[in-house]
C-alpha cells in the first residue's frame, strides 16, 4: 500500500484522499474473517507488537497476558543493563553525565544479576523473566506461597546444573519487589472510618466507631514515588516523559493531548517553576467501583485508584501497561464520601511530591535531577465526583 500521503501535511487534500483510500481498504477487507487490529496480516505485519494493546477473544486471553504482563516488565525494566552501563561508564569517562543515585545503581545491579541465563545456555529465559512468568501463574491460579516454593524447589532439581533460579519464594519476591512493584497493606476500619497507620498502628478497635480491628478491611497501596522514579530510569520511557513540551509535534490548534488544553497552559502559567522542568510530571486520577467476583457476589464494589502519567504522548499514556495503580480500596461496600479516608497515603505521597523534590535518575540525560509532581484533574461519572469532592 502507498503510504507517502502518511508524510504529508495533515490538513492537505492528497493527506485526506489517503486516510479515505486507506479507510475503504479497511473497511473492504475487514469482511474477512479474523482481520482486524490485531492481525494486518494484508498488511505485511506478523510480529508480536500487533497482537499487544489490544482486547483478545477470551479463549487466548490468558497467553497473550503473558506475554503482555512480561512485555510490561521489560518496558519497566528497559533493555539489555549492559550496554546501559557502558554507556554510563562512557559518559564518565569524558566528564559528562551522573552516576546513577544509590537507588538507581541498586535497580541497575539487581537487573544486572537477573538479567542471568536461566541456566548455561539457556536463550529463552533469563532468571528475571522466568520467575516473573511463574510468579504471574501463581498469582492468577491462586497458588499459596508455599506451593510456589515447592514448583521452586522442583525446578530447581529438573533444571541443568548451574541454574540461577532463586532458592525460595521469600528471594524470589525480594527480587520481583525490587522492581518497584511491592505494594504495603494497611487496615481500614470495615465502616470506613480509619487507616490504622502511623499513630493507630497499635490500636485495637476503630476510635470513631470502636468495630474491632480484628474485623478490619485491607487497602492495598502501591507507592507512587518509586513507579514515577522507574518512567525516567527506562530507557523505553525516559525519552517520552518529555514529548509534551516537544517542539516538532504538531500544532495546528486542535487538541491531540492534554497539554494542548487551557487547563494545563493555565496551570503552567501559574506555576512556572513547575513548568520550568518538563520532567515534572501531570497526572490525572481516575475511580470507580467495579467488581472483581464478576456473578459470584453482584453486590461486591471495590474501588481501583488509577494516576495517569500525562507527560507521555497520548499513544503511550492512554494504554494500560502505563497506567499506575495507586490505591486498591477493598469492598463489598463502595467507600462513599469515605472515600477520603482511603486517599490519604496517596495524598500525603502527592502532597511530597509537590512540596519537596524527588531525586530521580533520568536515563535519557544520563542526569540526576529534582522530580516533582502535580494532580491536574480527576476522571470520574457523576457519583463518583460527588465522592472525589466530598
Ligand atoms: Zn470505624
Redesign the pocket.
Known sequence: MDKIWMHHPRLSDSYQEGVNFFLDFAFKNARIKNYGYTKWVLHGETSSHATQNVDTPSDTHESNYTIDMQGVIYDAIGHSIGDDECEIENDNLQGEGDEPNTKAKEFYNLIKDAEKELYPGCTSFTKLSFVIQLFHIKCICGWLDKSFGKVLDLFKKALPKGETLPNSFYEAKKLINALGLDLEKIDA??????LYRKEHANDTE?E????PRSEAKVLRHFPLIPRLQRLFMSSKTSDFMTWHYKQDRTSDGCMRHPSDSPAWMTFDHNHKDFAADPRNVKLGLASDGMNPFKTLSVSHSTWPVILIPYNLPPWMCMKQPNFIMSLLIPGPDAPGNNIDVYLKPLIEELKELWEVVVETFDESSKKNFNMRASLLWTISDFPAYANLSG
Open positions: 476500619c470495615l465502616k470506613d472510618c480509619m476503630c470513631v466507631c470502636s468495630t
